[in-house]
């Protein structure tokens, strides 16, 4: 067949697909299909291998909640699988068979040592780092989160190589939590040791970023005309670089090579959307913004998330649901005092209860993400709850003290069959970063051997 005649064939079998579609007077969210990606980005990848037995992808998603857990309130009496939830967890009962409790996971690098305080930073800091970070307010150094390690790896298979959100829309500069940058607080993902990977917290922005700006049928068009437009002004800020480039000193080279390589990742992201072709639209309205109502706000945020996976989008990404040290009250559940404030509660029995009442509240909006996961399908019939692994936990284990051993946390979903759930494991005292490589293993980012301060792999999850 002429080449000519089968691109007019491929057009009019797209355009009939679309008015069958648009025939049925419903909303359609796309699911991933390997079948239709490039030929480059499929077997022959190395992230191919990450798939369940069904031949889905595999996702893994992480998700912060500020200020630690009342341990007494979040660990079940009993370990194994005949545990019981704990007031805190109930709300994740019904989820018991694509859950497990972790205990006994520690981030010792989050401790406070020769450099004080500032255990709100290090607990957001070191979460999905495992390392160090530096107590400056100008000279910012972590290491590279988890996430951002899986993204190098398999990052060239989705359109976006991962995602980072936020339900938390405060941003500070500048010396935040005892003399630590605020950027450690305030960002839960860092592309390198200097570069957080900074979160959205508009879910509007998010989903425009994903299928386009404007209204269903328009979006492909309106995204491949900003595609154009951005690939412009980068032109332009290459050249006008280059020629800043000769006339720097040597600390500000640093500082604009630092800047070019955030340039280069929106230039690689544009290459990449030209090799996987317009965007899929899910066929569902724009988010108007940020809702003024917190669980509300969650919600979309977490919808976003799952679109992002069902249209394989990404595979990995990051939510910060408020940042450590974050003290803002929660009015929907009747507590007028700040987060934080509670956090130092010193075994004072009302604020106690006011942070037990906290706590279940933030694992309530996680069950709600655990249901949208559960109840959507692959193309093959499978939840793309039982091909993810959702960390959920916080930097800081008992927040009166600012503990960072035994963290509060929970791993949801079946990771395509290769989780052990339905349990209550206490481990014995090991990094967190244990759990974080094996995670990588089983999205197929192979290429580490170590991360953060770990010691091995996780084994028994």
């Given at each position: 067949m002429n080449p000519h005649d089968d691109r007019a064939l491929q057009r009019r079998l797209s355009m009939d697909r679309r008015r069958f579609l648009r025939g049925l007077g419903t909303?359609?969210?796309?699911?991933?299909?390997?079948?239709?990606?490039?030929?480059?980005?499929?077997?022959?990848?190395?992230?191919?291998?990450?798939?369940?037995?069904?031949?889905?992808?595999?996702?893994?998603?992480?998700?912060?909640?500020?200020?630690?857990?009342?341990?007494?309130?979040?660990?079940?009496?009993k370990d194994g699988r005949d545990f019981e939830f704990s007031r805190t967890l109930k709300p994740l009962e019904s989820f018991r068979d694509h859950l497990q409790i972790l205990g006994g996971l520690d981030q010792h690098s989050a401790e406070a040592g020769a450099d004080g305080g500032g255990d709100h930073a290090r607990g957001n800091g070191v979460f999905l780092t495992g390392v160090r970070i530096r107590k400056s307010a100008t000279d910012v150094h972590?290491?590279?989160?988890?996430?951002?390690?899986?993204?190098?790896?398999?990052?060239?298979?989705?359109?976006?190589?991962?995602?980072?959100?936020?339900?938390?829309?405060?941003?500070?500069?500048?010396?935040?939590?005892?003399?630590?940058?605020?950027?450690?607080?305030?960002?839960?993902?860092?592309?390198?040791?200097?570069?957080?990977?900074?979160?959205?917290?508009?879910?509007?922005?998010?989903?425009?970023?994903?299928?386009?700006?404007?209204?269903?049928?328009?979006?492909?068009?309106?995204?491949?005309?900003?595609?154009?437009?951005?690939?412009?002004?980068?032109?332009?800020?290459?050249?006008?670089?280059?020629?800043?480039?000769?006339?720097?000193?040597?600390?500000?080279?640093?500082?604009?090579?630092?800047?070019?390589?955030?340039?280069?990742?929106i230039e690689t992201g544009l290459e990449k959307a030209g090799r996987f072709g317009s965007a899929k639209d899910p066929g569902t309205d724009t988010p108007p913004g940020i809702p003024e109502d917190r669980a509300q706000y969650m919600q979309s945020m977490f919808d976003m998330l799952v679109l992002a996976f069902q249209t394989d989008s990404t595979r990995v990404a990051t939510v910060l649901l408020g940042h450590d040290g974050d003290n803002r009250s929660l009015p929907e559940?009747?507590?007028s005092e700040g987060h934080h404030d509670l956090s130092h509660h010193f075994n004072q029995a009302e604020k106690v209860d006011k942070l037990k009442d906290i706590d279940r509240w933030y694992a309530t909006q996680f069950a709600k993400f655990l249901g949208k996961l559960r109840d959507t399908k692959e193309a093959n019939g499978e939840s793309l709850l039982s091909n993810s692994m959702i960390v959920y936990g916080s930097g800081n284990a008992d927040g009166n003290r600012h503990t960072h051993s035994n963290l509060p946390l929970v791993l949801a979903g079946g990771g395509g069959g290769t989780l052990a759930t339905g349990r209550y494991v206490k481990h014995d005292s090991k990094p967190m970063s244990n759990l974080l490589l094996s995670i990588a293993d089983r999205m197929g980012a192979k290429g580490l051997e170590r991360f953060g301060d770990s010691t091995g792999r996780l084994t028994d999850v």
């Open positions: 909303c359609i969210a796309l699911p991933m299909l390997p079948s239709l990606l490039p030929a480059s980005l499929r077997a022959e990848s190395p992230g191919a291998a990450a798939l369940s037995p069904g031949g889905s992808p595999r996702r893994a998603a992480f998700l912060f909640f500020p200020n630690g857990a009342i341990p007494a309130s979040w660990w079940p009496e972590a290491g590279i989160s988890i996430d951002q390690a899986i993204a190098r790896e398999i990052g060239h298979l989705t359109r976006l190589p991962s995602l980072e959100l936020s339900s938390d829309a405060i941003r500070t500069s500048g010396a935040c939590d005892s003399g630590y940058a605020c950027a450690y607080q305030y960002n839960l993902s860092w592309r390198s040791a200097t570069t957080p990977a900074a979160a959205e917290a508009n879910p509007r922005a998010v989903f425009e970023r994903l299928f386009g700006a404007g209204a269903a049928g328009e979006r492909a068009a309106n995204l491949k005309r900003r595609q154009i437009e951005q690939r412009s002004v980068l032109d332009y800020v290459l050249e006008d670089a280059r020629g800043m480039n000769r006339r720097l000193d040597g600390r500000d080279r640093d500082k604009l090579d630092q800047y070019l390589t955030g340039i280069r990742e559940i009747e507590v």
